[in-house]
């Protein structure tokens, strides 16, 4: 069956410190890709998404790269800020309305001053 | 604009009883999804309603069950608490048609099973 697999955290940098979190998926088909983001006491948010192949989905200095060839959307952030510090899921839907969204185990990020 | 809203935040049970967790969507949206957010098994799709039908229901046994109200509020509900169900339970709401991907969450219930 289709499934997300992160990085394991958590991942803990600097602030201004470069930022890669790793996403790779299996999926039937061309799904949809999301990064969502989970801050301290808050439900879930929407960061960013791609919705076909090598479309770069952006959202506050993040960015990430629906990759095909390599089933991967690696999450990246050329600066974290200490308002960063979050937990980080990435996520597919299958293709047609099912309601259903396949979420990765969620890599927790904490930036330090 | 109000969000999804849930109630209660927290809600302490014991092993055996039932629960009710409930989701009020943000006004104009008609569909509701309820994702399980347990430790070590990170986020799990539940059910989804629209329109008041359940259109889609993930791998949970039927203790996990809910409704959604002519207001498209709805309601979680799981019967025969076992300590497995503790968790965060999250609620989204979306536009008619929209579908998941466009949809909102709200801040969760935590149910503690003990």
């Known amino acids: 069956g289709n499934s997300v697999t992160q990085m394991e955290g958590p991942v803990t940098l600097s602030e201004e410190a470069f930022l890669t979190i790793n996403c790779t998926y299996t999926a039937t088909g061309y799904p949809s890709l999301f990064w969502y983001v989970q801050y301290p006491g808050e439900g879930l948010q929407l960061l960013l998404k791609?919705?076909?192949?090598?479309d770069k989905g952006s959202n506050k200095g993040f960015e990430a790269t629906y990759r095909k060839e390599t089933t991967s959307f690696h999450l990246e952030k050329g600066s974290v800020q200490v308002s960063d510090s979050a937990v980080y899921f990435c996520a597919l839907s299958d293709r047609g309305n099912t309601g259903k969204l396949i979420f990765g185990q969620g890599t927790t990020l904490q930036v330090k001053p | 604009e109000a969000g999804v809203t849930q109630s209660p935040t927290h809600l302490i049970k014991t092993r055996g009883q039932q629960a009710t967790l409930r989701c009020s969507p943000i006004?104009?949206?008609?569909?509701v999804y309820w994702y399980q957010q347990a430790l070590g098994l990170g986020l799990q799709f539940l059910l989804w309603?629209?329109?008041?039908?359940?259109?889609n229901r993930g791998n949970f046994p039927p203790r996990f069950s809910g409704r959604q109200f002519p207001n498209y509020s709805s309601e979680l509900n799981v019967n025969a608490l076992e300590l497995e169900d503790s968790a965060l339970y999250l609620c989204?709401?979306?536009?008619?048609?929209?579908?998941?991907?466009?949809?909102?969450f709200g801040q969760g219930t935590r149910l503690t099973v003990v």
């Open positions: 309603y629209d329109e008041g039908e359940e259109r």
């Open positions: 989204a709401s979306s536009f008619l048609g929209q579908g998941v991907t466009e949809a909102f």
């Open positions: 791609a919705t076909k192949a090598d």
């Open positions: 006004s104009g949206h008609t569909s």
